[in-house]
């Protein structure tokens, strides 16, 4: 993967048509659910339901192919290959730290919204209860396992930590970049936590070390992967609140993990101080 593959490249239409493809499968979701909703349609309806995020990330994969060979692009110098195979190990160890960071992120914020207003969390609180149903049937999990742990982590990786990174990279530099490009990452996924920005950010460090999109589509995958199955399974339905008290221990440990997260990127600096000579023209990124 080269930083500069998409510099001269104006992808102001791209981007549009993206952002307009969304709208449209959003606003076509919702009148669905609707419909389902007050006329209590048959079964199959929930199929469509299921279908319809994969269709919308087709329909993007589809934009994004049709964009990269307008503009001579070859997707595989967008993916490209890893200089290294030690990626294999690194990748799980980075998911760890990630998680590890987006925990310590929800912890600090757990505690500055009690100092602010407890009763946000004693909200919150009264939520963390098992609302869960049975388990979906092997056709919807198909098509959400297909979605989520395959197509999904190979679009967005292409278009954030590939087609994004570089254009934010060539204009505001690499730190910028990774900041930009892992918030509108968290923005643009519903419901999301801190840990997406996590995420983004050790994605953007992986693509900086091996010159490649697989060790960010790997990480990618198997964060969604959990997810998926933790979704899948069987679940149990309960009314009692899941106890916590909010204290200064939520603060330090949230500190601590935060702090493990930041060993890892400055371990990995080099990475990005490097990119940063490339732009620079004191050093070749390749």
Do not use: W
Not at 18 to 36: K, P
């Amino acid at each position: 993967m080269d930083l500069n593959l998409f510099k001269y490249v104006k992808l102001k239409g791209y981007f549009l048509k993206l952002i307009g493809t969304m709208v449209i499968f959003v606003i076509a979701l919702v009148g669905i659910i609707l419909i389902v909703g007050k006329q209590r349609l048959k079964p199959s309806s929930g199929y469509i339901l299921s279908i319809m995020p994969l269709v919308i990330n087709l329909a993007l994969l589809i934009i994004t192919l049709g964009e990269l060979k307008k503009n001579n692009i070859n997707i595989k110098d967008v993916i490209g290959r890893p200089k290294k195979k030690s990626f294999i190990f690194e990748v799980p160890i980075s998911l760890i730290l990630t998680y590890i960071a987006g925990i310590g992120m929800i912890l600090i914020l757990l505690y500055i919204v009690y100092r602010i207003n407890p009763g946000i969390v004693q909200n919150f609180n009264k939520g963390l209860k098992d609302t869960y149903e049975k388990a979906p049937n092997s056709f919807i999990m198909t098509i959400d396992f297909v979605d989520t742990v395959l197509l999904a982590p190979i679009l967005e990786e292409i278009i954030f930590r590939g087609i994004l990174l570089s254009k934010l990279y060539n204009k505001y530099g690499i730190i910028r970049a990774i900041i930009f490009t892992s918030g509108i990452f968290f923005m643009i996924h519903f419901r999301s936590n801190p840990m997406t920005f996590a995420i983004g950010i050790t994605n953007c460090i992986l693509v900086l070390k091996y010159k490649s999109l697989i060790p960010a589509i790997i990480c990618h995958g198997l964060n969604n992967l959990f997810v998926f199955m933790k979704t899948m399974g069987n679940k149990v339905s309960s009314n009692e609140a899941v106890p916590f008290e909010v204290n200064i221990a939520f603060l330090i440990t949230g500190m601590i993990m935060i702090g493990i997260y930041a060993l890892y990127i400055y371990k990995n600096r080099s990475y990005i101080r490097n990119a940063n000579l490339s732009k620079s023209g004191l050093i070749d990124y390749l």
